[in-house]
């Protein structure tokens, strides 16, 4: 899982209720993502960032919020507006730069459990 | 559009055999293609990438895969699997209309059996 964590490993929430879950990494890496995971559907993009103070929306965004105030973390909400919130949710990070082709780092995920 | 395509849900092999994973790709500009492995409940580990040169690349674990402009293919092979291989298989490609960052486009996924 390199050097990205995310806490905490099981999170349990009230159906309404906001739900943070955080990202750290020590790599040094500028660029920062998180997917949702659902079984039979692969990985899907919530938010990225190519650098500090800017991120931008992925595929599936709506329901999601994020922050990126400093390079190494870059927490994710959930929000009470997510429909579907129960996934399982990786956070990951890569060098940045254009037309680079590097691979990205994976956190160990966060399972969140909404009722 | 650009995506990423594991045509098997489930792969099963027997212990020592050579095993074969499955991916195609459709992309806009040159392929950079990305091989990963899951384990249960835990992050993606990058097994290998191809970028360019060589149509074979060699990976972590004894893995290679092999890039095939014509066929839009990057296969995930081993010469002889190994119990500890079951896992959960993701071919991905790089999003090359987003610059700076590193997007990838990921495939649903290929669960790998190996069979005692």
Redesign the interface.
């Known amino acids: 899982?390199g050097g990205?964590t995310?806490s905490p490993k099981y999170l349990f929430r009230k159906e309404g209720q906001n739900v943070t879950l955080s990202c750290e990494q020590n790599l040094n890496h500028d660029?920062m993502?998180w997917?949702r995971q659902d079984p039979?559907?692969?990985?899907?993009?919530i938010y990225?960032?190519?650098?500090v103070n800017d991120f931008?929306k992925?595929d599936i965004a709506e329901g999601y919020s994020v922050s990126r105030e400093k390079k190494e973390s870059f927490p994710l909400t959930v929000t009470s507006a997510q429909k579907n919130p129960t996934a399982?949710y990786?956070c990951?990070s890569?060098?940045?730069?254009?037309?680079?082709?590097?691979?990205?780092?994976?956190?160990?995920?966060t399972?969140l459990t909404v009722t | 559009a650009q995506s990423v395509a594991q045509p098997e849900?489930q792969v099963n092999v027997a212990e020592g055999n050579p095993l074969t994973v499955k991916c195609t790709y459709s992309v806009s500009g040159n392929p950079?293609l990305?091989w990963?492995v899951q384990y249960p409940?835990?992050?993606?580990?990058?097994l290998l990438?191809y970028?360019t040169g060589d149509n074979l690349v060699k990976g972590s674990y004894g893995f290679e895969a092999e890039f095939n402009k014509s066929q839009t293919s990057f296969h995930l092979k081993k010469p002889s699997a190994l119990v500890s291989d079951s896992a959960l298989y993701?071919c991905a490609v790089?999003d090359n209309l987003v610059?700076?960052?590193?997007?990838?486009f990921?495939?649903?996924?290929t669960r790998l059996t190996v069979i005692p």
């Not at chain 1, 990225?48 to 650098?51: A, E, H, K, R, V």
């Open positions: 899982d990205i995310q660029a993502y997917y039979g559907q692969g990985l899907r993009l990225y960032s190519q650098i931008q992925g399982f990786l990951a890569s060098v940045a730069g254009t037309y680079s082709s590097y691979e990205q780092y994976f956190g160990p995920g399972r | 849900d950079y990305f990963y409940n835990r992050g993606l580990q990058f990438k970028i993701f790089r610059t700076g960052a590193n997007n990838l990921f495939g649903t996924g």
